[in-house]
């Protein structure tokens, strides 16, 4: 069984092949270029260096959210692409999951967090001892809200993924819990994850048609949110003003 997974939900863009429960390749870039820039020539890099038949792909895994929404999109892009040409279905494995699946073995509540602006996180929290148990799918939330939670559960934690340094001061002022932080290699997205986790997922017959795919936002975009505000306020505006809002719509007829 060959799995390839993609991973671009953030800063992180990766790539990986797992064969039959080995790592044959992986190519990780976490550097300031777009995700259109790396990922293309980063499959084809592993795919020369492994000399990778991709007619033996068995199903493409991707990173499906949370995350950032052009990230998210590009991968889904190259996932649908790859499915569509090659005929072969996609795996949609949760970004906080696959993040949690970096720690497979540990003990510990493990609690990925990743940037989602405006001191919010995206966050799930799992278990993977002997396989990955998901306690709180991704969600998105404040740090405080976190924080809070966790000291309530009273649970020894690892935090992992690039929302740490957002959290990391208040948890060291707030938790009142045993609790540390992820070295580099295991706290950052990694196609290998993907791939791996999906491979799982893959052999439970929990696929997608690349067709069908499309990412888990888990909330409205930047534009989305900034539209509903610009309306919110007009609307306010108009009443303000004296005008009912069912003859909103009535204005200039």
């Not at 895994?61 to 649908?80: H, N």
């Not at 940037?115 to 306690?135: F, M």
């Not at 992992?160 to 819990?177: C, K, N, Y």
């Not at 919110?232 to 009443?239: G, N, Q, T, V, Y």
Request: glycine share 8%.
């Amino acid at each position: 069984m060959k799995i390839l997974g993609i991973e671009s939900a953030a800063l992180t863009a990766s790539v990986a092949i797992v064969t039959d429960g080995l790592l044959t390749a992986e190519y990780t870039l976490n550097h300031k270029k777009t995700h259109s820039q790396t990922l293309l020539p980063m499959l084809d890099e592993i795919s020369r260096m492994a000399e990778l038949d991709k007619g033996d792909i068995d199903a493409v895994a991707v990173s499906a959210g949370p995350g950032s929404f052009t990230g998210l999109r590009i991968g889904a892009a190259t996932a649908k692409g790859l499915g569509l040409a090659l005929g072969c279905p996609l795996v949609a494995v949760p970004t906080t999951a696959a993040l949690a699946y970096n720690l497979w073995g540990s003990e510990a509540l493990l609690c990925p967090i990743m940037d989602a602006r405006r001191n919010q996180v995206y966050n799930g929290l799992y278990r993977c001892s002997e396989r990955l148990k998901t306690l709180v799918p991704a969600r998105a939330l404040s740090v405080t809200e976190l924080l809070k939670e966790l000291n309530q559960r009273g649970e020894r934690v690892i935090f992992l993924g690039d929302g740490v340094p957002v959290l990391r001061e208040s948890a060291e002022a707030t938790l009142q819990i045993p609790y540390s932080f992820a070295p580099a290699h295991m706290s950052s997205q990694r196609a290998a994850s993907v791939a791996a986790l999906g491979a799982e997922l893959f052999q439970t017959g929990d696929v997608v048609e690349a067709a069908a795919f499309s990412p888990d936002y888990l909330r409205l975009s930047q534009a989305e949110r900034e539209r509903e505000e610009a309306v919110r306020l007009s609307a306010e505006r108009e009443l303000a003003a004296g005008i009912a809002p069912s003859k909103l719509g009535e204005r200039g007829r």
